[in-house]
């Protein structure tokens, strides 16, 4: 069972590896380094794992991805958390799955044969659950949508689940120490590459750190004078309570044209919306919310669901809460897993927009690669895929 506490001097020592960063993807990266038998420390500044952008997250998870690199983290990812319980060694342990789906809508004629080709690609990659639905499917299955709608892509084993009781589970499923409230001052490094990492509380000697820090990548990446493509871009969500019935059986809907999306949470409702102008940022952990972004999002959610316009004309301002995080974007919008060859013995699992769907098996790619067991060639998401010439943005929708 994995120890969360803050640490004090006689803590500080010598350990195989450091994971910076006690989110869903440092947490899913101790778990698979400890079982693999290494002595792991998460360094994590806040007073808790899963407190900066995982909890800020929608929760969702789905495999229709038109990238290879992407789907082959979500479909074995999803496995995971399918049989959670089992993968963590904790029987009937729950982490409140709900796999009623992810509807890609549009009503753009413009964008049906996009939906098509995706569903295909995704067919290509082993998806093969994976639906292209028309009109009239699409209005029988989801009788509460507009009229409007021409075409879906549609999978029913995605869905959304607790973040906090995924992370946590990884920590109890695993021997590494979770250090809370201990900041990565900087690292240490000699002739042999990466030898120790400095906190506002001690030295660890190591010769391995995974950086999963998030926002705060980039941060830790100077401290060995690399420079990571990380683009971090501030997202909003909204929790709107409401008496208005909601289907409690709908899948996460996303409209694609305009980067809405939103789905049943017990009360209410979870939305929001992808806006392409706001800008790259640096990065906070007070990430501040528009006061606006509640309207904005029910203007767009209502095109594709008409009941929220029942919901906007009865919503008043305490019934909703909004928060937000970041998305990091690098230059093909997929992560950044993998060693840093300049810097031997350091490693990054960071760059994620969908990072909580990915953490499983990101955690296990990386984990295999700090142990030696999997070669770096045979891994795409490597850092240097870039100046190899091979990082190309693919077409999946974005928008979640
Ligand atoms: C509005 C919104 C909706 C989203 N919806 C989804 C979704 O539905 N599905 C999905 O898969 N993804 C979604 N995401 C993205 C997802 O939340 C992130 O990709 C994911 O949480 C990243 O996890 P992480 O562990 O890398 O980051 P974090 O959760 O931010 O964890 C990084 C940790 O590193 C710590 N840290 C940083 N610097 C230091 C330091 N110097 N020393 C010690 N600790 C440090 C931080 O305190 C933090 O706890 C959404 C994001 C937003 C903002």
Redesign the pocket.
């Known amino acids: 069972m994995g120890k969360i506490f803050t640490p004090t001097e006689n803590d500080f020592g010598k350990t195989d590896a450091v994971v ?8 899913a990266t101790a778990f698979w380094l400890s079982r693999a038998g290494w002595d792991v420390v998460v ?4 007073d808790g ?13 789905r495999a229709q991805f038109a990238e290879p690199a992407m789907a082959a983290l979500a479909i074995p990812s999803i496995e995971m958390f399918e049989h959670f319980d089992d993968v963590i060694g904790l029987p009937g342990y729950g982490i409140s799955i709900k796999q009623q789906g992810y509807l890609f809508l549009t009503d753009d004629p413009k964008t049906v044969d996009d939906l098509k080709e995706n569903v295909a690609q995704q067919h290509k990659l082993g998806v093969t659950d994976s639906e292209f639905l028309e009109r009239d499917k699409i209005l029988t299955r989801f009788p509460f949508l507009s009229p409007s709608v021409l075409a879906a892509t549609f999978r029913q084993r995605d869905g ?1 689940l607790s ?1 906090h009781e995924t992370t946590q589970g990884f920590a109890k499923g695993c021997d590494a120490r979770f250090f809370i409230n ?4 900087g690292i240490q490094m000699d002739q042999k590459g990466i030898c120790g990492v400095e ?1 506002n509380r001690g030295i660890l000697q190591t010769r391995a750190v995974v950086n ?6 980039a ?2 990446g100077r401290m060995v004078n690399v420079d990571l493509p990380l683009e971090p871009v ?4 909204v929790y709107i309570q409401t008496a208005v019935p909601i289907p409690e059986n709908a899948p996460f809907t996303i409209d694609v044209n305009n980067n809405s999306y939103w789905r049943p949470e017990p009360g209410g409702v979870i939305a ?1 919306w992808v806006d392409s102008d706001e800008p790259v940022s640096e990065p906070s ?1 007070k990430v501040h919310t528009d006061w606006e972004f509640p309207a904005l999002t029910l203007d767009k959610v209502k095109r594709l669901t008409p009941f929220f316009e029942e919901i906007e004309k009865t919503v008043r301002q305490p019934d909703m809460n909004t ?6 974007y690098t230059p093909d919008d997929q992560p950044l897993i993998g060693v840093v060859p300049e810097v031997p013995g350091f490693y990054v ?2 760059g ?8 499983p098996e990101a955690g296990k790619r990386i984990s295999e690669l700090v142990t030696g067991k999997l070669d770096p060639r045979d891994n795409p998401l490597r850092p240097t895929r870039f100046k190899e010439g091979l990082g190309k943005k693919g077409k999946t929708l974005m928008s ?1």
């Open positions: 910076i960063g006690g989110g869903i993807v440092g947490t360094l994590e500044m806040r794992l899963s407190t900066l952008t995982t909890p800020a997250s929608a929760e969702c998870f959304w973040c201990t900041k990565t001052t906190t999963a820090a998030g926002p705060f990548a941060e830790i501030r997202r909003q969500k929001g952990e928060s937000a995080g970041y998305y990091m699992n960071c994620y927009w969908a990072g909580v769907m990915l953490s979640h």
